[in-house]
Antibody
Framework: QVQLVQSGSELKKPGASVKVSCKAS????????MNWVRQTPGQGLEWMGW????????TYAQGFTGRFVFSLDTSVSTTYLEISSLKAEDTAVYFC????????????WGQGTLVTVSS | QSVLTQPPSASGTPGQRVTISCSGS????????VYWYQQLPGTAPKVLIY???QRPSGVPDRFSGSKSGTSASLAISGLRSEDEADYYC???????????FGGGTKLTVL
């Protein structure tokens, strides 16, 4: 069965970096793109962008350029989200989500990774 | 502020029918599919309705979706206690070139 398993919670200081992983299983990893979605109490759910797991080409949504980087390691069927120069407002739960047919049509989600940025 | 507008809360008693609205514009709901997701506390969202009114296998037929113009609705009939959750609408936005979410509606079963 399809599973997306994310790495555990992170506590980081402002200015640091964090790398969240999302390991896929149960399907051919390079067949479908992977999306990232952020959830904060104030902004709700926001689409951060997606990465083409075949070409490795990332697409970033408005507001998620510069400090946010999507990458992947096909040898372990894993997608990564790296956030640099962390700010308090980056505190959120980050989800990976597969959208095999159409953008926004997320059929499987990771369990979410809480990233807390605090001094 | 979310691009799609939902009421922040809704409520009903067991067995009742509840409707949650989602309002957008011509660049999103007006020209693209609408999706509805259910999020139980502490879990990831789960798709309830896709492509306006389609139910994935395993989703009870108590859940239904509809769309008219730049608005969409999720209806839940025969309300049950386990339906208490947050509900989000999503649609692709042609101007923003990405999916946009509603702010979410917290459903309480009284």
């Amino acid at each position: 069965q399809v599973q997306l398993v994310q790495s555990g919670s992170e506590l980081k200081k402002p200015g640091a970096s964090v790398k969240v992983s999302c390991k896929a299983s149960g399907y051919t990893f390079t067949t479908y793109p992977m999306n990232w979605v952020r959830q904060t109490p104030g902004q709700g759910l926001e689409w951060m962008g997606w990465i083409n797991t075949n070409t490795r080409n990332p697409t970033y949504a408005q507001g998620f350029t510069g400090r946010f980087v999507f990458s992947l390691d096909t040898s372990v069927s894993t997608t990564y989200l790296e956030i640099s120069s962390l700010k308090a407002e980056d505190t959120a739960v980050y989800f990976c989500a597969r959208a095999p047919q159409l953008p926004g049509e997320f059929d499987y989600w990771g369990q979410g990774t809480l990233v807390t940025v605090s001094s | 502020q979310s691009v799609l507008t939902q009421p922040p809360s809704a409520s009903g008693t067991p067995g009742q029918r509840v409707t949650i609205s989602c309002s957008g514009s011509s660049s999103n709901i007006g020209s693209n599919y609408v999706y509805w997701y259910q999020q139980l506390p502490g879990t990831a969202p789960k798709v309830l309705i896709y492509r306006n009114n389609q139910r994935p296998s395993g989703v009870p037929d108590r859940f239904s979706g509809s769309k008219s113009g730049t608005s969409a609705s999720l209806a839940i009939s025969g309300l049950r206690s386990e339906d208490e959750a947050d509900y989000y609408c999503v649609a692709w936005d042609d101007t923003l070139s990405g999916p946009v979410f509603g702010g979410g509606t917290k459903l309480t079963v009284l």
